[in-house]
């Protein structure tokens, strides 16, 4: 297999990663690790001068000086001065979880600083993405000097023009693909930036926003408007951190490691009232991990902006009163329960409209009326069945709604930017793993046809390469062997939880269980068995295949369980390949 690629069941292309035994048994030798671990960090292709940063990742080795973030000097001084002059600050933040910790991390420090910002959260449904012109013409009447914008501003060009002639100052601090042209404010601090030589593109916005404070500490420490050895540690920021770089799905590579590793164990010390409050409520006992983060932390706090009030995810993350976090933690919880059944809804539909688009590289799907707070969701569905970049439009004259995710390789972000350039949108704009976008619905098809036209596909039939870490047999699946590949940890974008194969297994005692998905065992020739299960496949070529008794490679995920005081290993299977 390592030489030739299989077709599975579900129609992917998988091939199990060369690994070279020279570069294994060198990490043996220089890390002190166990062979399995070693084979993993081979089979990601990590160099092996960078191997210990990837096992032990350091904020303080991966996180360079602030400063040398293009105009963060000019954003600190401006900052620095708003302090001095006790100047009214608002904080503008997006309505995701991104925007959401960004604000707290910025809240939260310039309090502690000597300044109360407010945070200005905008309807996603009244008032769309980034900053508007009412909103700013309401700050600068309600008496703010200073507006500094996180994850939102990059292409808000007009807004800003405005805001400079009503005198009203504007910091952006973002992390989305931006165009050649900037934004014209006091300062646009963006690693992503043609300009910036930092190598920190993989930060979310939350990320860049943590370099800003840590650099107006020390600006505010230089000019002696907080005193150094009273100045605040500002490592009790990294949950916030670590939740909105897990949540916003940007790479775990380089700095993110570090930020997000270090920042789960301060989110294990329960400092945070509203995270621990979304603990309670998501029923969570376990130290928390990045699929905490993730699948049930992220979606409660998102849908305050998705279909409620999209300041409660800010105000749940800044809030020192216990009970009041309690309070807004339920309410989030309930607005969660009614966004998975607008969710269901729209996904049956956007299901049933993507197969007369199956033959595209990138599904374009739209309709009236559709949630405009769940067609993220709803794309990051679509991805998972069809494993194709996705966006989900609902249509509404010239002012319809788009939201797309997108696979590994293909930059969705940079894509859309593109189509904004020639003008098929009026506005939009992303990272390589999703995107938003306004546009009119008369265009949804010349956008359909730009998209596919501008991402053909490098592979002769079109099909992306799914790679698989390394071989392993049923009976050396084992607790202690995955226990190991905790030091590859953190696993999510960029460096995806391991793919194992198990060859040449016989399937049985398939069953259906739950509403949609498969459970099962499987066995090889030594006689060892581990249970397997295969979520969500009732329907699918997947899930028909695993109903039928036989012998297979089984590609997957080995996870490790407690029952009854017994660990034990289950394979959660995403593929098979018949024999």
Excluded at 403 to 432: C, E, M, W, Y
Aim: glycine share 6%.
């Amino acid at each position: 297999m390592s030489s030739n690629y299989f077709s599975s069941v579900n129609n992917k292309k998988w091939s199990l990663r060369a690994i070279e035994e020279r570069k294994v048994n060198k990490l043996i030798q220089d890390l002190e690790i166990s062979d399995f671990l070693a084979r993993f960090v081979s089979s990601r292709n990590i160099e092996i001068d960078k191997a210990e940063d990837f096992i032990n990742p350091s904020i303080r080795k991966q996180l360079p000086s602030p400063l040398l973030l293009k105009d963060m000097t000019l954003a600190i001084n401006r900052i620095s001065k708003a302090f001095t002059n006790n100047e009214n600050i608002a904080i503008f933040g997006d309505y995701d979880v991104d925007g959401a910790t960004s604000s707290a991390v910025l809240y939260k420090s310039f309090k502690l600083f000597g300044n109360e910002p407010i945070i200005y959260i905008p309807d996603r449904l009244k008032e769309g993405y980034g900053p508007n012109i009412k909103a700013l013409k309401k700050l600068k009447e309600e008496g703010i000097d200073l507006v500094v914008t996180v994850d939102c501003g990059m292409t808000s060009f007009k807004e800003l023009d405005y805001a400079k002639n009503i005198n009203l100052d504007v910091i952006v601090v973002d992390h989305h693909a931006p165009e050649a042209k900037l934004p014209d404010a006091i300062a646009v601090i963006n690693p992503n930036r043609i300009d910036d030589n930092t190598g920190l593109g993989m930060l979310a916005a939350v990320g860049v926003s943590f370099m800003l404070v840590g650099a107006l500490k020390s600006k505010l420490i230089e000019i002696n408007y907080i005193n150094e050895n009273n100045a605040p540690n500002l490592s009790f920021l990294l949950d916030l951190v670590a939740l909105g770089t897990i949540c916003d799905v940007v790479p775990l590579i380089g700095a993110n490691r570090a930020l997000v590793k270090q920042g789960l164990r301060v989110m294990s010390k329960k400092q945070n009232n509203g995270i621990n409050a979304l603990f309670e409520v998501s029923e969570i006992e376990e130290i928390p991990s990045v699929f905490h983060a993730g699948f049930l932390l992220g979606p409660r706090i998102n849908a305050g902006g998705r279909v409620g009030q999209p300041s409660l995810g800010a105000k749940l993350l800044t809030t020192d009163n216990k009970n009041e976090a309690r309070e807004i933690s339920y309410h989030l919880n309930c607005l969660n329960e009614e966004r998975k059944k607008l969710e269901a809804d729209v996904l049956y539909e956007a299901k049933t409209l993507a197969l007369s688009f199956e033959s595209n590289e990138i599904l374009v799907l739209s309709k009236k009326n559709w949630h405009i707070g769940v067609i993220g969701i709803v794309a990051s569905r679509i991805v998972e069945l069809y494993n194709k970049p996705t966006i989900i439009i609902t249509e509404d004259g010239k002012n319809s709604k788009g939201s797309g995710r997108s696979v590994s390789g293909k930059d969705i972000g940079k894509l859309i930017t593109s189509a904004k350039q020639s003008d098929i949108i009026f506005n939009g704009g992303g990272h390589p793993m999703a995107c938003g976008l306004t546009m009119d619905e008369t265009k949804i098809n010349d956008l359909r046809q730009f998209l596919n036209k501008n991402n053909k596909s490098k592979n002769r039939d079109n099909k992306t390469i799914y790679w698989v870490d390394l071989a392993i047999s049923v009976s050396g699946a084992i607790p202690d062997l995955i226990k190991q590949l905790k030091l590859a940890e953190p696993f999510g974008s960029g460096n995806p939880e391991p793919k194992f194969i198990i060859k040449n297994v016989n399937l049985f005692n398939s069953k259906i269980v739950g509403e949609n998905h498969v459970k099962c065992t499987l066995t090889d020739s030594s006689n060892s068995r581990i249970d397997a299960i295969a979520f969500r496949c009732i329907g699918t070529p997947l899930g028909k295949s695993l109903l039928n008794n036989y012998n297979a490679h089984v590609i997957g995920k080995l996870k490790l369980s407690e029952w009854n005081g017994r660990e034990r290993l289950q394979m959660h299977i995403d593929d098979v390949i018949e024999l």
